[in-house]
């Protein structure tokens, strides 16, 4: 293998190491993608479905 080669993919490797540090170093940071996905849908749902001020009437 040409040395070349050793270096750049050396190189990758080493980003790519970096790049998944950093992101565990932000981790607790971060919300969960699940946490995302219930907020979005929880305010999608109350914003369509106003609740009812009064009960429904029952025929008789």
């Known amino acids: 293998m040409p ?3 050793f ?3 050396y190189e990758f490797i080493f980003s ?3 790049l998944m540090i950093s992101l ?3 981790a607790p940071y971060m919300p969960s993608p ?3 996905f219930n907020a979005l849908r929880s305010k999608l749902f109350f ?3 106003k ?3 009064t009960a429904p ?3 008789s």
Do not use: G
């Open 16 to 18: 790519v190491k970096k």
């Open 57 to 59: 009437q029952r025929k």
């Open 51 to 53: 609740p009812r001020t």
């Open 7 to 9: 270096l750049v993919e």
């Open 3 to 5: 040395i070349y080669l």
């Open 24 to 26: 565990i170093e932000k």
């Open 34 to 36: 699940l946490f995302q």
């Open 47 to 49: 914003s369509t479905h």
